[in-house]
């Protein structure tokens, strides 16, 4: 049983613009990276792996220049994610 301070901060912090989406659809999310002194964001245009509800997360998978890329998003964090 979760603790009721965390899960009225969890509830308050939840994001609820998010278009819904399901594992196979493409979907673009769109990241800030900073670099130094600059900020840019990039954006990430693959299909969605896996969506992991219990720690709010989604897995991008796509071949980038040959190579496997992998990355794992915690859906509080990422500026915004579109379904294509």
Known sequence: MQNALLTKFVEKNR????TPF??????K???KIKEGEKERI??????????????????VRKVSFGQGVERIFPLSATSSITST
């Open 42 to 59: 990039q954006v990430l245009k693959a299909p969605c792996w896996r969506i992991e509800h219990a720690w709010r997360t989604i897995t």
């Open 15 to 18: 994001r609820t613009n998010l």
């Open 29 to 31: 999310v769109h990241v």
């Open 22 to 27: 399901r594992p196979g659809d493409t979907i």
